[in-house]
């Protein structure tokens, strides 16, 4: 009967998908789930570490083994080849379980092997369908292995711990920009052909790494972020201080919000103001004027005042004004210092490439093939614009009163 | 019955052309459209529009002429049983092709982002056991189920430019015309290419609820296709700049796979996914459909099922042991496929179209003769 | 229908069921008497009666009541019904008593054509009365509840309506409860049935057919539809598949059912049943045929779309606000029942950085030492919990809801503690059953709960991808079925724009101004004048 056979093949189907096993499974505890990864190169030799989680000492469920409280969260474990993904390979040689880099939210690189080159790195990551381009990249001065056997309070597992560290940094002070694999990738093919990093360090001597250093209400050292890494090409070439960093990301466009230092007055060294800029957007415009070009740097930002010891009466417009023209020349000066930094490395970190090509795309092409030459030979010409919207719940500052009879 | 079973409404043929052309189209003309025209990928992809328009009044003329009958006894009617049989074969083979060619993308996809492990026997099994199920039951059923995975498509792709909005950089649009004219032709031939597919309309012909419409289902098919195919370019595009994703397979996927917000949206790409796999199913049922009905409307066969076994068996095969490796499958997409799809689409109906105003209605069937 | 002659080598019945009770075969069991019963009645009484205590075999709860008035004119009268198939009252009071009196009036003399006449035409005071010339009349007479009566010298029997007897009273529909809205059911006798629909809808245009199925049980069923609205082809379509039915016995509307619908080998239901007659009264106002059978509350509509199954008559009675937002849960309901463990199953096994990753940590945490691969435990816990509501289903009330409070939470955090299961398969597990009691119709959920079994093993072999492929057989599936010639995917398969304001949200019901084009003939599709949105009265502007 037809109906009959059709049955039987459906059944001799189904079948065969319960005898062949499921290809493509991992059940969940056969997973070590890395939540940072570290790069070492020490000589013809990549070093891959990772930082593993351990759920049962993390999750408050409960679990057979019984849960541990005093048990660290994290393991961490190196393994070495002549390719990333070979020393990637031969991890299952001491782990007991597969790698899972679905979840990883940093990678740290060591200066060293940012020096040899990062295209390896980017071609695993864009290659490879298990690991995400959304990883934070961070570049650590010496062994990047430290960074991840380092423990920190508040956040049990140090790899988010750290993304999250850099995504609010990003966001609340926007000097070291949270710089993702495709966002690196796509300033390294950019015509700027620059990439910049943000640092990680440990701050403090003795490293964190047992229980015991952990159970103390202020640790002996922490990790910390600290300078800017400079990338040209590929490569790393130098470093740029915080304040050099702050100044490249206004001519990038890259501030959110951001707390200045400033002084109330005019040629007063003491600084005794801060300032919180919530909102800043620079416009860079190319201008064609002596030896090569000039470039226009347009920065509007507007604020709140935050802090002030300053005896000036905040309530007269003419002394907002003048408050304002000291912001402006504060980031003036950030500004300048930065292109000074960026000059002297011949390295274009703050994006005029880009702007010359979209305004000028005929001359671009002419100098693209020498383009730090003529980076060199390019001026700027900053104008910022600094509106001071709020001055909080006080009108004078509280050293109005102290200095009254 | 109280509904004819075999008629499809206007809106529906429109998806269906639609729908034979994106999904593939999508996949493939990101990488290969802005690798040769950089920022302009998207100007060359406007610019087959045009064109694709003018295969769709090729192609309604051709079909209006059809008095409602299958294309292919029509055409025995007309020219004679030999051109009815060969152009038949020819586009039997033809949608044959496309349809391991489908295959062979769907299985490449899933094998490098999904299921590594999983044996390429399988995965290519289980896409033609269900194309072969809903060809069994006729295109209007096809029809249907294309229209609600299309919806879908259209919501899910708003909802990831949505999601991606703040990724995106307008900079990477300019400088606007900055690639040579020679390169934008390059970039711009495999969307003409696809574009041709709406071919299709002549094997729907005789299912149309109202045929007047032809060319007005096919220019609606042709720009909502164009229309796809150009945001999916501009989204890739906006989030990748123009040097990237000429060396990234499947950037549209990549594009999906950086939304983050916070800790909680992320590495949803998996959703993008499965809608796009929901639409090369419907894509696979349209042309496992048509090389049935080419080949057995065209030979005069009654007996249709077994015949639809075995050309899926083909089909499988086909695309399985045609193309040894991702190399070879690659070499040919970015050469061969043009020229064939627009051989098969284009040339192949003008001459059809050419050959009926010549013979220009033989009154007493007289010049019968090929 | 082949396998079922095939099996029961039965020839294929013909024409219409008046036809076949007319050329009635009793069965196979070739009694003697049958043939008798071919022919007529004879004059003599006792005969007649000696032919009928045969053919019932004696049965003890056959009454006969003779009244010999002997005498000149031998007036012989019998009475022959069935105990409690009749209605005691109504054959002591209308038909014994006038009877007497009759007899008493009767002259001397009288032939007994004239007496027959005056027992037809003025003794016997009931509404329905049938003349019977044949045993076999009397006998489907005497089977219905009617009282025969059979009078000496006449060849002719008359058959009096009594039927009557115990029947339940018209009480609260035990499926498909409202809060708000009519609280009468369907019972198994018929006549109240049609009865109730008959109340609701008092249009001339109402239609009922009867006809009568099953030969053993030959249950009365009643086709009902309204002239004019319900679409001629489909009625014509249902009514030659009912007469086409061949079979011993309808016990219910099932039966009927699964003879009579288009795909058989379908989960998923294309013909609708209700035990209340509000919904089957709405069901024939948008054009459905409700097909009542004796002996069930629960009468058929058809044909039947999709989205009806998601539709409650509560929805109608609530504010539209409300109903549109509980509609549209109950979608997500039947998806969550369906493929929230194989989603389970595919993203932990499969797809897991799809989870956020505090969320995979403590699932991996609860994973440790478990022995079961995910879909083993998956199915464990599905199937473990289908025996648990079979068997709260079969349990006596008085042990009922402690058994199932037994069954689920214990079992489950023992299970869990035991370590042989995740807690979050129980969770899983448990809002799945959860969801696949909120699709009003029971038959959907069912579709749901099976196809949810054939999910696990897509997504346990092959993720995301395999449930994909599954949704994907679903929607073909969908898309080929139809309900008597209807799509089973109206509205959105074949977009039909009017029946968008009832099938995933609810229009309110003065929006709703035509009936839906695929059901209901199209020449008549406006049920309402349009302009009737509320409004205060008076006041132009408010400034």
Redesign the interface.
Known sequence: MRTGKRFVALLLAIACFGTTGCWDRTELNELAITSATAIDWDDGKWIVSYQVVIPSAISKAMSVTGGGASKLPIIVYSTEGKTIREAVGRSTLESPRHLFFSHTRVVVVSDVAARHGLSPLLDVYFRNPDSRETVSVLIAKGNARKILEQLMQIQIIPGDGIEETLRKESEEFSALPNVRIYDLALSIVSPSKSAILPEILISGKDEVSSADALSKTSLSSKLRLGRLAVLSGDRMAGWMSREEALGVAFIRDRIKTTTLPFSCEKNKPKIDSAFRLSQSSTRLTPKKGGDGFVMNIEVKGEGQLVETDCTKDLNEPSVARQLEGQLEWEITDMIEKAWQAARKMNIDVVGFADAIHRKYPKDWKRMKKDWPASLAKIQIEPSVHVTIKRMGLTNQSFKTLTEKD | ???N?EKI?S??AAVLISMAIAPTAVIVIPTVSIGASGQDAWLSVLAAWPLGIGFALLYGSLSRMNPGVSFFSWLDSRLGRVVSVTVGLLLAQYYLSVASVTIRELVNF?S????????VV??SA??I??AV??AS??IE?IA??S???CTGMIVFLALGIGLEFNQMQP?FL??VG?APLPRLIKGGLPSVGWLSEASLLFILAPYLSKPRRSTAIAIAGVSLATFLLLTVVLVVLLQ??P??PG??AYPMF?AA??I?YG??V???D?VF??VW??TV?VKL?IFVFGTVHCFTQSLRIKAVKPFLWTTSLLIFLHSLYSWSDEATFLHYQKSVSTAFLITCNVIVPALVWLGLKIKRRPAASAGESP | MKLWNALFRRRRGQGNSQQRKAAKQDGRSGKAASRESEDGLSEDIDENLRTIVTELGGSDDLTIRKIDVSGADSIVVAFIYIDNLVDSAMVNQMLLHPLMSEIDDTPSGESSEEWYRRVRDRALAVGRVHEMRTAREALACILEGHTIVFLQGSAVALAADTSGGDRRAVEEPGTQTVIRGPKEGFTESIKTNLSLIRRRIKSPRLRVERKTLGRLTQTQIALVYLHGIAKASIVEEVRRRIDRIDTDSILESAYIEEFVQDAPFTPFPTIENTERPDAAAAGILEGQIAIIVDGTPFALLAPVTFVRFFQSSEDYYQRFGIASFLRLIRYVAFFVSMLLPAMYIAITTFHQEMLPTPLLISLAAQREGVPFPAIVEALLMEITFEVLREAGVRMPKVIGPAISIVGALVLGQSAVQAGLISAAIVIVVSFTAIASFVIPAINMSIAARLIRFAMMILGGTLGLFGIMSGLMVLLIHLASLRSFGVPYLAPLAPFVWTNWKDAFVRMPHWAMKKRPPTIADGSNLVRQSGGQKPKPPGRKSKF
Not at chain 2, 112 to 119: C, R, V, Y
């Open positions: 019955m109280p509904l079973p409404g809106v529906q899933l490098n982002e999904l299921l590594q492990k999983t044996p399988v995965l289980v896409p056991l269900i199920y809903a039951g006729g059923v249907r189920v229209v609600l995975v900079r300019f400088p900055d990748f700049g040097e990237l060396i990234m990549g796979e950086i983050k800790s909680f992320e590495r949803v998996l996914i499965c796999v929901a199913y049922c």
